[in-house]
T-cell receptor, first 113, second 115 residues
Framework: DAGITQSPRHKVTETGTPVTLRCHQTENHRYMYWYRQDPGHGLRLIHYSYGVKDTDKGEVSDGYSVSRSKTEDFLLTLESATSSQTSVYFC????????????FGPGTRLTVL | AQTVTQSQPEMSVQEAETVTLSCTYDTSESDYYLFWYKQPPSRQMILVIRQEAYKQQNATENRFSVNFQKAAKSFSLKISDSQLGDAAMYFCAYKSNFGNEKLTFGTGTRLTIIP
């Protein structure tokens, strides 16, 4: 257990509304990530953070923003949700080992109607 | 750009038997990591096994082992003595060791265990 929680675990929203997903970790890991999982695509990186206020884009960052004001929290925001953002969203942390493994939270299922 | 290919969308195996899941990847880099993740119906992504590219020895974790063929860019997962709890989606993943934080995933193989 890497001490990662995500909230909410499920959310249904309407097109055009803002949505914020929260990832919380309890072990002070420096690196945190947001991925989305869609059928036929595996997981794809949206954004990641390498410290408080330090973030960078992943491969599918359009339509998403992130913030990290505290080490333990990494927020993913959909400013104006679209149906194409219906997905399962996973937060991950990077373990500080020689393998740099990433460990994942339980996921959030987001449905945009 | 790196790509990861899992050519078997579905596999099945009898309980207690051995099964091998295939993964190939494409990269021009020499230093990288490879991982297998398991995703059961609970949706949780669970790290099964990892391999560093510069280590010749294949990684082993209990009933799980890999066959890492660097020249062929192949990273297969062998599950021995299959158990009902092994039923899940299995994802192969690649990570560069050159500052790129992205894990690149394959599309997954769904493994069914037949009692």
């Amino acid at each position: 257990d890497a001490g990662i929680t995500q909230s909410p675990r499920h959310k249904v929203t309407e097109t055009g509304t803002p949505v914020t997903l929260r990832c919380h970790q309890t072990e002070n890991h420096r690196y945190m990530y947001w991925y989305r999982q869609d059928p036929g695509h595996g997981l794809r990186l949206i954004h990641y953070s390498y410290g408080v206020k330090d973030t960078d884009k992943g491969e599918v960052s359009d339509g998403y923003s992130v913030s990290r004001s505290k080490t333990e929290d990494f927020l993913l925001t959909l400013e104006s949700a679209t149906s194409s953002q219906t997905s399962v969203y996973f937060c991950a942390i990077r373990w500080d080992s020689s393998y740099n493994e990433q460990f994942f939270g339980p996921g959030t299922r987001l449905t945009v109607l | 750009a790196q790509t990861v290919t899992q050519s078997q969308p579905e596999m099945s195996v009898q309980e207690a038997e051995t099964v091998t899941l295939s993964c190939t990847y494409d990269t021009s880099e020499s230093d990288y990591y490879l991982f297998w993740y398991k995703q059961p119906p609970s949706r949780q992504m669970i790290l099964v096994i990892r391999q560093e590219a510069y280590k010749q020895q294949n990684a082993t974790e209990n009933r799980f082992s890999v066959n890492f063929q660097k020249a062929a860019k192949s990273f297969s997962l062998k599950i021995s003595d299959s158990q009902l709890g092994d039923a899940a989606m299995y994802f192969c993943a690649y990570k560069s060791n050159f500052g790129n934080e992205k894990l690149t995933f394959g599309t997954g193989t769904r493994l069914t265990i037949i009692p």
